[in-house]
């Protein structure tokens, strides 16, 4: 009965979370100005977030509020605090994981004159991979000394993210897409990456691409942002990459970002909950208000969408600022949280007279096609890595013990120290700790079985050797699939 009323209203159901710190009162003004203008929106409220936490639920959602998202498919959500340490995981990156929300787009755009920036031309749009490399989140204590952190990336999670990147260009009618990486380094996982851009990217003749290494491509993006338009990055880079760009054109408070996936999407303000700031209505909406905009969007409210973002453009332009753009001698009023949604509110129907009008056609929800898994490439084990926990200090002294432990298949090529190679030939100077890696490589070339490793690892248990992790060395379809050590 009631979904048939909400269908005939046209209205569609959507979740929504008012967070922590500045939460509720962004969201509270949000939803203002979302009714204000006419949107058909019919809301489930949940909670999550920091009181879920405490309570003692570490994951800071329930499960019927999982339930909901799951059934309405579209999340507003005001950014939430994740306490620090103590066994939390962050409910944001759950989210995306769980909703398989893989793209994370971030437009960044500066409101020259009208709010102070160093960059008056910058228009780009950062969209970030939201599911794997380091927020994996997988880490562990190996040794007294070392701690580690996998970073997974996976092809169909690089064609998924580098595709939709392409599409959204494709679609938002912007020239260029760029791709940054660290790949001189990290020649598998970011090089994977870099190969899947320069794969995809010649699907797409019309779109202009190039490629940056992440250090220097940060360094032009904080200094000549006018010279990207969209760019795609792994999630790390993204993430950080997405507030820089937010901040450089006046303020991290001003920009709104989009999770979306095959099913569900979640939309927010890329800014946290500043608890330092909550409570006291002076926290900028703009991110939030930015995110529902692109939910707008999305759903196809289009009209909405359009008539919320003029309003704003003409609120910022009327030099009605919140406390964290309000500069002398550009801004006219400096006003709080509410005040500024009363603004923009006062201006729907109107329109900017300098800063471009936007008009928005389309709903922007993207269909991509699901990915295809390749069929199977030739796989081969051709060696092994041994990670020992050692506290002696001298890589001669393992290599003799790993040497004592070679068996019929495989033989000691290398020992690595957090990846620099110590022996055959080390460096006295080089500073070791006690996490060493030793590779054993199949004595011929040929392939070896996991029995061989097995037999390794025996050997190494009689002599007493702490093996806290191997990693095997393949070969697929006759290519390399491993890292040298430095130096080697
Ligand atoms: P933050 O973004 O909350 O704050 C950084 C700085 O920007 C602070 O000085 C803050 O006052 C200011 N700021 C942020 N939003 C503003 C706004 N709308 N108006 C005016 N000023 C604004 O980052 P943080 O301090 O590193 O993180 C605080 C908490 O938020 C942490 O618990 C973190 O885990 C969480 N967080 C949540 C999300 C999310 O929910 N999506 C994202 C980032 C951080």
Same mark, same amino acid.
């Given at each position: 009965?009631?979904?048939?009323?909400?269908?005939?209203?046209?209205?569609?159901?959507i979740?929504?979370?008012?967070?922590?710190?500045?939460?509720?009162? %962004?969201?509270?003004?949000?939803? /203002?100005? $979302?009714? #204000?203008?006419?949107?058909?929106? =019919?809301? +489930? @409220?949940?909670?999550?977030?920091?009181?879920v936490?405490?309570?003692?639920?570490?994951?800071?959602?329930?499960?019927?509020?999982?339930?909901?998202?799951?059934r309405?498919?579209?999340?507003?959500?005001?950014?939430?605090?994740?306490?620090q340490?103590?066994?939390?995981?962050?409910?944001?990156?759950?989210?995306?994981?769980?909703?398989?929300l893989?793209?994370?787009?971030r437009?960044?755009?500066?409101?020259h004159?009208?709010?102070?920036?160093?960059?008056?031309?910058?228009?780009?749009? %950062?969209?970030?991979?939201?599911? /794997?490399? $380091?927020? #994996?989140?997988?880490?562990?204590? =190996?040794? +007294? @000394?070392v701690?580690?952190?996998?970073?997974?990336?996976?092809?169909?999670?690089?064609?998924?993210?580098i595709?939709?990147?392409?599409?959204?260009?494709?679609?938002?009618?912007?020239?260029?897409?760029?791709?940054?990486?660290?790949?001189?380094?990290?020649?598998?996982?970011?090089?994977?990456?870099?190969?899947?851009?320069?794969?995809?990217?010649?699907?797409?003749?019309?779109?202009?691409?190039?490629?940056?290494?992440?250090?220097?491509?940060a360094?032009?993006?904080?200094?000549?942002?006018?010279?990207?338009?969209?760019?795609?990055?792994?999630?790390?880079y993204?993430?950080?990459?997405?507030?820089?760009?937010?901040?450089?054109?006046?303020?991290v408070?001003?920009?709104?970002?989009?999770?979306?996936?095959?099913?569900?999407?979640?939309?927010?303000a890329?800014?946290?909950?500043?608890?330092?700031?909550?409570?006291?209505?002076?926290?900028?909406?703009?991110g939030?208000?930015?995110?529902?905009?692109?939910?707008?969007?999305?759903?196809?409210?289009?009209?909405?969408?359009?008539n919320?973002q003029?309003?704003?453009?003409?609120?910022?332009?009327?030099?009605i600022?919140?406390?964290?753009i309000?500069?002398?001698?550009?801004?006219?009023?400096?006003?709080?949280?509410?005040?500024?949604?009363k603004?923009?509110?006062?201006?729907?129907?109107?329109?900017?007279?300098?800063?471009?009008?936007?008009?928005?056609?389309?709903?922007?929800?993207?269909?991509l096609?699901?990915?295809?898994?390749k069929?199977?490439?030739?796989?081969?084990?051709?060696?092994v890595?041994?990670?020992?926990h050692?506290?002696?200090?001298?890589?001669?002294?393992?290599?003799t013990?790993?040497?004592s432990m070679a068996t019929?298949?495989?033989?000691?090529?290398m020992?690595?120290?957090?990846?620099i190679?110590?022996?055959?030939?080390?460096?006295?100077?080089t500073?070791?700790?006690d996490?060493?890696?030793?590779?054993?490589?199949?004595?011929?070339?040929?392939?070896?079985s996991?029995?061989?490793?097995?037999?390794?690892?025996?050997?190494?248990?009689a002599?007493?050797?702490?093996?806290?992790?191997?990693e095997?060395?393949?070969?697929?379809d006759?290519v390399?699939?491993?890292?040298?050590?430095?130096g080697?």
């Open positions: 009965m009631q979904i048939c009323a909400i269908k005939k209203m046209n209205m569609t159901k979740t929504v979370a008012r967070g922590d710190g500045i939460g509720p009162e %962004i969201m509270e003004v949000t939803l /203002e100005i $979302l009714f #204000a203008a006419g949107a058909k929106l =019919q809301i +489930d @409220e949940i909670e999550v977030g920091e009181k936490y405490l309570s003692g639920n570490t994951s800071g959602i329930t499960k019927e509020s999982w339930d909901v998202i799951r309405n498919k579209i999340f507003l959500k005001a950014p939430i605090t994740t306490p340490g103590g066994g939390y995981k962050s409910l944001n990156v759950s989210t995306r994981k769980f909703l398989g893989y793209s994370n787009v437009p960044c755009m500066s409101l004159p009208f709010v102070k920036t160093k960059h008056p031309i910058m228009d780009l749009v %950062i969209i970030r991979e939201n599911e /794997e490399d $380091l927020y #994996a989140g997988i880490e562990h204590q =190996q040794t +007294d @000394e701690v580690q952190c996998l970073k997974l990336i996976s092809r169909p999670g690089c064609e998924k993210i595709r939709y990147a392409f599409e959204y260009a494709k679609q938002q009618k912007r020239k260029k897409v760029t791709c940054f990486t660290k790949d001189n380094i990290m020649k598998q996982t970011d090089g994977l990456f870099h190969k899947v851009f320069d794969e995809i990217a010649e699907e797409y003749p019309d779109i202009e691409n190039e490629h940056w290494i992440v250090d220097i491509g360094a032009k993006l904080a200094d000549t942002p006018e010279a990207f338009d969209v760019i795609v990055m792994p999630n790390l993204g993430d950080i990459l997405s507030d820089v760009a937010a901040q450089i054109t006046g303020s408070g001003l920009a709104g970002s989009a999770n979306i996936g095959e099913e569900c999407a979640m939309f927010e890329i800014h946290g909950s500043a608890p330092l700031i909550a409570g006291q209505n002076i926290a900028n909406p703009s939030l208000l930015q995110g529902a905009i692109m939910m707008l969007n999305h759903i196809g409210e289009t009209a909405v969408a359009e919320i003029n309003a704003w453009l003409k609120t910022i332009e009327d030099g600022h919140t406390s964290d309000f500069k002398e001698g550009i801004s006219k009023k400096r006003v709080g949280t509410k005040e500024f949604a603004a923009v509110i006062a201006n729907l129907g109107l329109k900017p007279g300098l800063l471009n009008v936007v008009t928005y056609a389309n709903s922007t929800s993207l269909h096609p699901s990915y295809k898994r069929p199977a490439a030739k796989k081969e084990l051709l060696g890595d041994l990670f020992v050692w506290r002696g200090s001298h890589a001669d002294e393992l290599a013990f790993m040497h019929s298949n495989l033989q000691l090529s020992i690595t120290n957090r990846g190679k110590v022996y055959p030939d080390g460096f006295k100077e500073f070791c700790t996490h060493w890696r030793c590779r054993f490589m199949s004595c011929d070339g040929q392939q070896i996991n029995g061989a490793i097995i037999e390794l690892m025996s050997a190494a248990l002599i007493q050797i702490d093996i806290i992790k191997t095997n060395l393949y070969a697929f006759g390399k699939a491993y890292s040298l050590g430095q080697q």
